[in-house]
Structures are given as structure tokens and as C-alpha cells.
């Protein structure tokens, strides 16, 4: 197919997921965390003028770059953003006891951390939601490839929209490109996946998009927490649930 028509196909077909899962799953909110394919999540929800909540998660430990571009986003699609950021008490404990760096030392720490700094924040974000949106395709890693475009998350009581699983990383730039989406200058120096700074690093040719976070682990472990089950398994249903088109 020709890749301006497939990037067109594309575009309707997100817009199409998008649309129908929040009119029949309302709220929705959308977390971000101004990754490119997050950016063209947002600039779809907005291109729809859709009513979706926009929030992110502010760790603590992110790069610069991202927040100079949570704050353009903000500028350039007028939307609030909301912003969950660890509860003070347990990450002045986990601190305390732990140190700064404690995530180096073990995967249960590194975790550990993720639970204080992301996963708890989450689950605040995701309260009372309906709908909960993501930016997560199949090909970022070995650990997303058998993602769902809308299924349940029983981890949180709602249903979990990836309106971008099947698109390639070109189909992303492409979009990028077509429609000047701003973008974290660190995917220009390296970075496919950007998180907390200590955690992210460039990759190397030949490496696929997850494996500057956490390398000093396997790749099997990877994740946060944010899209697991508690017992290390990617959250998804145990058969996909087809969007279903109706008036509202």
C-alpha cells in the first residue's frame, strides 16, 4: 500500500477506536508520558475533539526535556493536565532506608520504586475512570506483543484502550512529520522509550525500543508495573473484546 494511504487508514482507524471506546466508556482518561507515540495519541484525541481527561505521572526523576515538554503540550492543546505524583511519606521512607539509587541494587528495588513513584500514583489516576487510554503498540517489545486494542484491565476495573498497538514505528514518525507534532528531543539522541533518568539510557543499533530502560536487567522484566498483573504478567484480556459501533 502506499504509505501516505496507509498513514491515512491508520489515522481513521485510531480516530475510529478512539471515538467509539469513549462514548461507551465514559470517563476516560489518557495517560501520558509525552513518549512520540503518546504525543500522537494526544494530538488524535484532540484532532476529535474528544472529552478525555489527560494526566501523567511526575515521578520526581525525569528528564528536563520532558518536562519543558509537558509544559509546550500543554501550551499548544489547551487541555489541563493532571498531575499524580508520589505519596511524600512512602517515598521519604523508601528513601530513607533505601537511598537514592536503590533500583541498581536488585529487582525487587527497582520495583519497589516503581510502586512508589508509578504504580500507586496511577491507580489515583485511574479512579472512577471508565476508560483508561495508553500509547502502547505490539512491536516497542517482547513483553507487548500480544496486546489487545480494547480489553479489560480487571487490575483496575475498567477497560484499556491501545488505539496505536499495530502501528510501526514508521507509521508514528510519519504522523509526527505530517502533522509537526512536538516531540522530547531525546528520541532524536537515542531514546525510543524515555522514563525517570536513571532508568533510561540510548540504545544501541539493533536493539528494540524497551531496551535502554532498566538494561541491567533481562528483558522478560522490563516493565514497571503501570501494564502488569501482580504476578509479572502484561495486563490483557483472555480474549480480545471487539469495539462494537453504536449511535450515542
Keep these: 500500500m502506499n504509505p501516505s494511504l496507509r498513514l491515512d487508514s491508520i489515522i481513521d482507524e485510531a480516530i475510529e477506536r478512539l471515538t467509539e471506546a469513549v462514548g461507551r466508556h465514559r470517563p476516560a482518561v489518557f ?3 509525552f513518549g512520540v ?3 500522537v495519541v494526544l494530538d488524535l484525541i484532540d484532532r476529535a475533539a474528544l472529552d478525555v481527561t489527560v494526566a501523567t505521572l511526575d515521578t520526581g526523576r525525569l528528564h528536563q526535556e520532558t518536562y519543558e515538554l509537558m509544559d509546550q503540550a500543554t501550551e499548544r492543546y489547551r487541555r489541563p493536565l493532571k498531575v499524580f505524583a508520589p505519596q511524600a511519606a512512602a517515598l521519604e521512607d523508601f528513601i530513607g532506608s533505601e537511598g537514592f539509587n536503590s533500583f541498581y541494587r536488585s529487582i525487587e528495588l527497582r520495583k519497589r520504586c516503581c510502586e512508589i513513584r508509578k504504580t500507586e500514583p496511577l ?3 485511574l479512579r472512577g475512570r471508565g476508560l483508561w487510554i495508553t500509547g502502547l503498540r505490539r512491536e516497542q517489545s517482547v513483553t507487548r506483543a500480544q496486546l489487545d486494542v480494547l480489553a479489560r484491565d480487571d487490575q483496575h476495573g475498567l477497560m484499556k484502550l491501545n488505539p496505536l498497538v499495530d502501528w510501526l514505528d514508521d507509521d508514528v514518525w510519519a504522523y509526527v ?5 512536538p516531540t522530547n528531543p531525546l528520541h532524536r539522541r537515542g ?3 524515555i522514563g525517570c533518568a536513571p532508568c533510561t539510557r540510548a540504545v544501541e543499533p539493533g536493539e528494540d525500543a524497551r531496551a535502554g ?3 541491567w536487567e533481562q528483558a522478560e522484566t522490563r516493565e514497571c508495573g503501570l501494564h502488569m498483573t501482580p504476578d509479572g504478567r502484561l495486563v490483557r484480556s483472555r480474549a480480545p473484546i471487539p469495539i462494537v459501533a453504536q449511535e450515542f
Design 31 to 33: 495517560t501520558s508520558s
Design 37 to 39: 507515540e503518546d504525543m
Design 123 to 125: 491507580a489515583r489516576a
Design 177 to 181: 512529520e505530517e502533522n509537526d507534532v
Design 191 to 193: 531514546f525510543p522509550s
Design 213 to 215: 530502560r532498566w538494561w
